[in-house]
């Protein structure tokens, strides 16, 4: 069978499955909460900032636990693997959320969702993002397509395109609520992708609000006004020399993560002005640097921030 006849005989199988795929799609009930539990879970999946993968830290993606539901906000690469060593089910997963288009920051969007899949899930994913998320999930869906058209028939699951429901975001404030959680966005400021975009998450018991990539922010503080949980990034631009000493392109490399990221000292001005309960520290820049403890983390934020300071690692509650 020559090139041309393999593809078509692919294509052919491909749309076969889809078309064969009529089982409904039910909705499972969430898992149930102790008694006297919190309703609601935050963990952090990875803490990294930056594309490059290296030992200690997984890339940017944080999962928010509502009674038994979880929704993510980003997707690193290893998100998928990073949620089941959290204990949290890819199959239950109601939304994610997408801050911006870096690729530590989307790399395994449309991975989690085919992967999810073919763990189990039959009830739908909302995902939301800047524009080009929904291109991302189609995209997705033909990286993938071989594989999907095989597993169809042969484990009889589900056609998954009416399961991954894109939205690219339009217009700020609220955009999404359902009865467990309300997600408003919000403009950060993290050149030059634009938009890159702030989240705050209104759960029964708590509010919980996620930076993304961000320089200091006048529109972070508003949104994190009063908040119980505030999880930000955090540069340490001190340490940045050392990052860079083996990049050939250096110079201009620091002016830009100096312009669109928050120096330490300026995460805590952040957490002061907008007078939140507990500041989360998490996409560490640099994230691979050995030499560097919690305090050389925390201590510049503890100079303008006086509440309580979580120094974030991989698969932590907070």
């Known amino acids: 069978m020559d090139c041309c006849s393999r593809l078509g005989f692919i294509n052919s199988l491909a749309l076969g499955a889809y078309g064969a795929a009529t089982l409904p799609i039910a909705a499972s009930p969430p898992p149930p909460v102790p008694a006297g539990s919190p309703r609601t879970r935050v963990v952090l999946l990875g803490t990294a900032g930056g594309p490059a993968l290296r030992p200690g830290r997984s890339s940017p993606a944080l999962a928010i636990v509502v009674d038994g539901v979880p929704y993510v906000f980003d997707c690193g690469y290893g998100v998928g693997r990073q949620l089941v060593d959290a204990k949290i089910s890819p199959t239950a997963i109601r939304a994610v959320f997408i801050t911006h288009h870096h690729s530590d920051h989307n790399a395994d969007l449309g991975n989690l969702l085919v992967l999810a899949w073919a763990t189990g899930l039959k009830t739908p994913i909302d995902a939301y993002g800047p524009p080009r998320t929904m291109e991302l999930i189609d995209l997705a869906l033909q990286y993938h397509s071989y594989d999907i058209s095989v597993r169809i028939p042969d484990e009889g699951r589900v056609d998954p395109r009416p399961l991954f429901i894109g939205h690219d975001i339009g217009a700020l404030g609220e ?3 359902d009865d467990r959680i309300s ?13 890159a975009y702030a989240y705050k998450i209104r759960t029964p018991d708590r509010t919980i609000v996620f930076s993304g990539d961000t320089t200091y922010s006048q529109n972070i503080i508003a949104l994190a006004r009063g908040a119980d949980l505030l999880i930000h990034e955090v540069l340490l631009t001190s340490a940045l020399d050392r990052l860079l000493a083996r990049v050939p392109n250096a110079t201009r490399l620091r002016e830009h993560i100096v312009a669109a990221h928050t120096d330490a000292e300026d995460v805590g001005r952040v957490a002061a002005a907008a007078g939140v309960k507990r500041l989360v ?25 006086s509440g309580d300071i979580v120094v974030g690692r991989d698969l932590i509650d907070v």
């Open 183 to 195: 997600v408003e966005a919000a403009l950060a400021h993290h050149p030059p992708v634009v938009p």
């Open 281 to 305: 520290l998490t996409h560490f820049v640099p994230s691979y640097d050995p030499t560097l403890s919690d305090d050389d983390w925390a201590s510049p934020v503890r100079r303008h921030f």
């Open 175 to 177: 955009i999404y609520r």
